[in-house]
């Protein structure tokens, strides 16, 4: 078992920058991908990106150049860096682990979630 754990959420202007961390304990943090996922109201939870445990990282489209993903392992966290920011972005933020190392877009690989950070953009 791991317990994922995010916070960092907030109200920001358009723009603006936030920083999300998601901070795990339980089992090794060092053998998980990392996902981050968001909601939006009334909409389906979507993909945001991910982290292999060797670093690499891959990105949904919509974030791409603006959001960035790291992980510091000896502080067993993972980070989601967040710029320029836009209305369409506020959504409740998600981070999940997942024990195989390209899981990619997929939610059912994930198999550990936090409760969820929320993050809200104003234009």
């Known amino acids: 078992q791991v317990q994922l754990v995010e916070s960092g959420g907030g109200l920001v202007q358009a723009g603006g920058s936030l920083r999300l961390s998601c901070a795990a304990s339980?089992?090794?943090?060092?053998?998980?991908?990392m996902g981050w996922f968001r909601q939006a109201p009334g909409k389906e939870r979507e993909f945001v990106g991910r982290?292999?445990?060797?670093?690499?990282?891959y990105y949904a489209d919509s974030v791409k150049g603006r959001f960035t993903i790291s992980r510091d392992n000896a502080k067993n966290t993972v980070y989601l860096q967040m710029n320029s920011l836009k209305p369409e972005d506020t959504a409740v933020y998600y981070c999940a682990a997942s024990t195989m190392e390209y899981s990619g877009p997929y939610s059912s690989r994930y198999g550990y979630w936090g409760q969820g950070t929320r993050v809200t953009v104003s234009s």
């Open positions: 339980g089992r090794t943090f060092s053998n998980y991908a």
């Open positions: 982290i292999t445990r060797s670093g690499s990282t």
